[in-house]
């Protein structure tokens, strides 16, 4: 069997005998264990052997080799009793190691180069989660596992089964809505395939959440109904967007499913299960409108006189046109950080929007400003709830973009180190923050 044939092999070594394994995840990097042979040899060696100079035995006979040939620990020693070397005259050169040396950079890689415009999706993803999207975009790494499908009855409906449902009946209703019929008689049709099929919580649960989707989703049916009235108009053609900003992709896409009125302006209309607001005070999540915003920001550099409505079953979200000059800058910086983000993890992701700007001052803080800058990052409302934010939302068990997190910025210290967060903070999602704040600011 496989041991026979182990013990075979080591009583057969002369001079010295080699075992190697995959000691880390292609992955992750995370540390993998060799086979129970091995494993059990090393076992045995490390209660029978001492070194001479009383250390761990296993350290001395085992030897770490780094991912890549080419790596400069290859090099750091040229004495023959080296434990890492190589036979690749081309490495051990001394033009190549200097070609090596001047194009390593720990800290951040070269611009990516990329022929053709951002698409608002990806834009949107970014300012979503810059960490996340510089693996996905840059390095092209994935962590997310396929999906699990589930194999039980449901009986309490969670917050995905709820988005579905509301989801369903908000497609089910745009078309009625937009022929100025009753969206009702669709829904409740949807609403009894649902129950058929089993998609919705089995019994009194079910009906519980039924009668919840009503009470949430008849008031935004309603306030769209109420829109498609002071916006008559329907633009049958959609309208191409595209920005340039020198030094990056730009970006560029179409807007469908505009409407207009008399006065010349447009309107972008949109109904979304998720929720917009959460908690009692009903605050905004600026995380559920960043995709939206780059999309007014574009449509308003170009001049034209757009103004964006979404509507949720919790909170509806407006933003009124901007000035083009204005609205172009914005986008520009927008543009820019992905540029930088394409080059290193960003230590940001919107979630921590509304726990800077809330704790910074009304007129904002320029980072130029040495002590005001330094005050508002001791500042203790600052700290405490960037801090809540963190454990919420950074680097938590379960969550789909722990691994990423954890990979750029394992601690709080690390992702708060010399006011990074801050700053983008700032830059990133202030012009969002307070424009949508603005109708409640009058």
């Not at 070397?85 to 951040?108: I, K, L, M």
């Not at 999207?133 to 709820?162: H, K, M, P, S």
Request: proline share 6%.
């Amino acid at each position: 069997d496989d041991r026979y044939l182990f013990l075979e092999a080591l009583l057969s070594a002369r001079e010295r005998f080699s075992v190697s394994w995959v000691g880390c995840s292609i992955v992750d990097n995370t540390e993998q264990p060799p086979s129970v042979l091995v494993g059990q040899l090393r076992e045995h060696l490390s209660a029978v052997w001492h070194a001479a100079d009383g250390g761990d035995v296993l350290t001395q006979i085992t030897v770490r080799h780094p991912l890549q040939a080419f790596s400069p620990q290859y090099f750091h020693n040229a004495s023959p009793q080296a434990r890492l070397f190589t036979f690749g005259a081309e490495w051990r050169s001394p033009e190549a190691q200097q070609n090596a040396a001047a194009a390593h950079q720990p800290d951040t890689l070269e611009p990516l180069k990329r022929d053709e415009p951002l698409s608002f999706a990806e834009l949107k993803a970014f300012l979503e989660h810059p960490v996340r999207e510089f693996f996905r975009q840059r390095l092209q790494v994935r962590y997310e596992e396929g999906e699990i499908l589930a194999d039980q009855e449901t009986f309490v409906a969670d917050g995905l089964d709820n988005w579905v449902l509301h989801n369903t009946l908000i497609q089910a209703a745009r078309k009625p809505l937009q022929m100025g019929s009753d969206p009702w008689g669709v829904c409740e049709t949807e609403l009894a395939r649902m129950q058929r099929s089993g998609a919705l919580a089995f019994g009194g649960a079910g009906r519980l959440q039924v009668e919840r989707a009503r009470e949430l989703l008849r008031p935004m049916l309603d306030d769209y109904r109420q829109q498609l009235g002071a916006w008559p108009q329907v633009l049958d053609e959609s309208l191409e967007l595209r920005h340039e900003c020198a030094g990056t992709p730009g970006v560029s896409g179409w807007l469908h499913g505009l409407r207009g009125n008399e006065q010349g302006g447009l309107l972008r209309m949109e109904m979304q299960a998720t929720q917009l607001t959460s908690g009692r005070a009903q605050q905004w999540r600026d995380e559920k409108l960043v995709g939206y915003w780059v999309e007014h920001l574009a449509a308003n550099s170009m001049g034209l006189p757009l103004t964006t409505l979404v509507l949720s079953p919790a909170g509806t979200a407006r933003l009124e046109p901007l000035e083009a000059r204005q609205a172009a800058a914005w986008l520009n910086v927008v543009l820019q950080a992905w540029v930088e983000g394409m080059r290193r993890p960003l230590p940001i992701k919107a979630e921590f929007a509304r726990p800077v700007l809330t704790a910074a001052p009304p007129g904002g803080v320029n980072p130029d400003d040495a002590s005001a800058w330094q005050e508002l990052l001791t500042s203790e409302k600052l700290i405490s709830q960037v801090s809540a934010c963190y454990d919420a939302s950074w680097n938590q068990p379960g969550r789909r973009d722990a691994l990423y997190e954890a990979r750029a910025y394992p601690d709080f210290d690390a992702l708060f180190a010399d006011g990074e967060l801050v700053k983008w903070a700032l830059a990133l999602y202030g012009p969002m923050f307070i424009a949508l704040r603005a109708k409640e600011a009058e």
